[in-house]
């Protein structure tokens, strides 16, 4: 593999920070080129836009390899759900996937929310990674339709409170979209969407269930393979 950074001035170190800062947390571009900036990096705000679009699906598509690899994620349960999303005042659609840990299986933009577009989700979500034992879901219809093409219908739940988990998924999105302006195409959103979630996978340890001495020791290991990224 080619080194990816061979062509730029900045150390690869400073490029991972920048990217992970950008796409983690909810921060403008101008914010990271502030915090960078008091570090002792002196960067323009468009070398953050230029650099997250140009390393970060490649750093997210190293740590999604990973964790298939790994088999950090379940197919015990999954949950779908889709939200509302605007671009250009034009309603779009994110599907989103998880599985009962909380772990983001997949990610999928569209502009509609019918059959076509819910199999489509479904069969790339299970090409990945395999199908699971039960999807629990909300009641839209288009989920039961591509289901029974699939012929996997029998394993779909639907319940009132049953699909928090996926619900709650979407908040971390929702926190970081919010810090941006608003996307211009599909094709960023889904860029940076799936760049997102693989991400927040990485850097998400559970905190709320684990011993502080064991949130340090995965955080530390998740910092260590952040760095090795692209190496």
Not at 10 to 24: A, F, G, H, Q, W
Not at 134 to 163: K, P
Not at 195 to 203: D, V
Request: charged residues 30%; glycine residues 4%; proline residues 3%.
């Amino acid at each position: 593999m080619k080194n990816p950074f061979r062509y730029f001035n900045s150390s690869p170190e400073i490029i991972r920070l920048t990217v992970m800062m950008y796409i983690r947390y909810p921060l403008s571009l101008r914010q990271v080129e502030d915090i960078l900036f008091e570090r002792g990096i002196d960067i323009c705000h468009e070398t953050v836009r230029f650099w997250w679009n140009r390393f970060g699906p490649m750093f997210a598509a190293e740590i999604r390899k990973r964790r298939v690899h790994q088999r950090s994620h379940s197919n015990w349960r999954w949950h779908l759900d889709e939200v509302f999303v605007k671009i250009n005042g034009e309603t779009h659609y994110l599907w989103r996937a998880v599985d009962h840990e909380g772990e983001v299986l997949e990610v999928f933009v569209t502009k509609r929310r019918n059959r076509k577009a819910a199999l489509q989700f479904l069969k790339g979500a299970m090409k990945r990674y395999g199908q699971p034992r039960v999807i629990v879901t909300d009641r839209l219809r288009s989920y039961r339709a591509a289901m029974n093409v699939i012929e996997n219908a029998a394993d779909q739940e639907c319940g009132r409170w049953l699909n928090n988990r996926a619900e709650n998924s979407h908040q971390p999105f929702r926190r970081r979209v919010g810090a941006m302006s608003k996307f211009r195409d599909i094709k960023t959103l889904q860029k940076f969407a799936s760049a997102h979630a693989s991400i927040f996978n990485h850097f998400n340890h559970d905190r709320h269930l684990t011993s502080r001495t064991e949130f340090r020791i995965a955080r530390s290991a998740a910092n260590a393979e952040w760095r090795e990224l692209a190496a």
